[in-house]
């Protein structure tokens, strides 16, 4: 079982930057894939980056390829996604997600965690 927290969340001005975070109490997820996810209200769940196994090959978004990446932190297990020039459209909450393959669609992982609010004011 691994347990996700995602952390980094909360109200920024538009054009500010933010770093989520994602991370498994005790246990390492080196070797899972992540994925980060949205969904902002009365809207469906959208993929927005996913990193592999120990780092290898990441995908992100078109919608938000320019301005946001996926990283992450074996040393530290943790997963990171950050996000910059951040507008009212990326308002949601972020879910963090493991898995055993780099994948876009949710429905790859098996691990998700309870998410972190991204609230973005114009």
């Known amino acids: 079982q691994v347990q996700l927290v995602e952390s980094g969340g909360g109200t920024v001005q538009a054009g500010d930057s933010l770093r989520l975070s994602c991370s498994t109490s005790g246990r390492s997820f080196s070797g899972y894939a992540v994925g980060w996810f949205r969904q902002a209200p009365g809207k469906e769940r959208m993929f927005v980056a996913a990193i592999g196994r120990w780092g290898y090959g990441t995908t992100v978004a078109d919608s938000v390829k320019d301005r946001f990446a996926i990283s992450r932190d074996n040393a530290k297990n943790a997963v990171y996604l950050q996000m910059n020039s951040l507008n009212a459209e990326d308002t949601a909450d972020y879910y963090c997600?493991?898995?055993?393959?780099?994948?876009?669609?949710?429905?790859?992982?098996?691990?998700w965690g309870q998410g972190t609010q991204v609230t973005v004011s114009s």
């Open positions: 997600a493991a898995g055993g393959l780099l994948a876009t669609s949710g429905s790859s992982y098996h691990y």
